[in-house]
């Protein structure tokens, strides 16, 4: 179902779709004329593929979702057609639609440009994709040693390059993306991505809020804020007992201090890990204070991230979920833009054997 394309135009009518795939999520917009004219988001990424060892799901899924957003413009007037799909996240993983190899960092708009494919999918859409390569640190294979040195990416890449682009991130500041998974990005002097440092902190609080023990202590939605007196709590018990531990007193607030609120044992939980989290990034160099740092994701988490920050003389700012969506489909423009090759009008297209 997959093949190669390469399309040389020059008719460039500015019209793509975006995708956007992670872990859980994909989110696709239609752009034209430099505007969002429709979007999409549905509750389903690459966690379905590995489950059901099928990417047949996460197709269908995409192929309904840029069929909704191309409807949905033309009702709302846009009617000149997309030319291509542009994407970026897990979609480019073994588990997405088509593999394409990390880049080695440090990598700048250039690297990323030269680095996507065009494939076709035409089960989906008789667009070309055009597929964005995540980036890696540290070498390709290494020791068990060695193996806390390496790290990889997928959409955050292309989420660096439009921040770089609209002026968000500035060359040799730090960003700290709170998804399921918490990821450090560093930006090197000369704006280039130096690398990364990825932990399971995201997945590891939501396994521990609804599927162990502590599920009937804590709620199971997160609260519009977290406490910071608990917060710091938390961050206290881990640093004197340890992660597992301060996770246990969770149940044992619960036991011996029933006046607690769920609301406050859940900041208590939080702050456990986040303070296992900022130890480490602090030791191993990825913090250091004066070092400006963008938060995106999780706005509660945000904002305990940046209070802690704050205390250890670290400038943070947040960035909205809508300036991050903006961001990421500004990222994957500047590289379409970096190609010198453009989609064609379907029914034009050149088919290759190959691998562009």
Not at 233 to 250: D, I, K, P, T, Y
Not at 263 to 277: I, T
Not at 294 to 303: I, N, R
């Amino acid at each position: 179902m997959e093949r190669s394309v390469v399309q040389p135009s020059q008719d460039d009518p500015g019209t793509w779709i975006c995708v956007d795939q992670g872990t859980t999520n994909t989110r696709v917009w239609l752009i034209g004329g430099g505007e969002v004219r429709a979007t999409r988001r549905v509750p389903i990424g690459v966690r379905q593929t590995a489950q059901e060892r099928s990417s047949e799901p996460l197709r269908v899924a995409l192929r309904e979702a840029i069929d909704a957003v191309r409807a949905a413009a033309v009702e709302h007037g846009w009617e000149v057609p997309p030319t291509a799909v542009l994407a970026a996240g897990m979609i480019t993983s073994p588990l997405g639609l088509s593999e394409v190899p990390h880049l080695p960092a440090p990598v700048g708009q250039r690297d990323l440009a030269a680095g996507a494919v065009w494939r076709l999918f035409p089960d989906i859409t008789p667009l070309p994709f055009l597929l964005v390569p995540g980036v890696r640190s540290g070498p390709l294979r290494c020791s068990r040693e060695e193996i806390g040195s390496t790290d990889v990416m997928r959409g955050e890449e292309t989420l660096c390059l439009g921040l770089l682009a609209m002026g968000r991130l500035a060359a040799g500041a730090t960003l700290l993306n709170l998804g399921s998974h918490w990821k450090v990005v560093r930006i090197d002097p000369e704006g280039r991505i130096a690398g990364s440092h990825t932990s399971l902190a995201g997945e590891l609080i939501h396994v521990v809020q609804t599927q162990t023990i502590l599920a009937g202590s804590v709620p199971a939605e997160r609260p519009a804020r977290l406490d910071p007196a608990w917060l710091a709590a938390g961050m206290r018990e881990e640093s004197g007992s340890g992660l597992a531990r301060a996770l246990f007193c969770v149940r044992l607030l619960e036991q011996r201090l029933p006046e607690s609120l769920p609301e406050e044992r859940l900041a208590y939980l939080v702050g456990a890990v986040l303070g296992a989290e900022v130890e480490a990034l602090a030791r191993q160099g990825h913090l250091s204070s004066g070092q400006p740092v963008l938060l995106t994701g999780g706005s509660v988490l945000a904002a305990a991230w940046r209070e802690v920050l704050a205390q250890r003389g670290i400038p943070a700012a947040l960035l909205s979920e809508e300036e991050g969506e903006e961001a990421l489909r500004t990222g994957l423009q500047t590289i379409l833009a970096g190609r010198e090759d453009r989609p064609s009008p379907v029914g034009s297209t050149t088919r290759n054997g190959g691998a562009h």
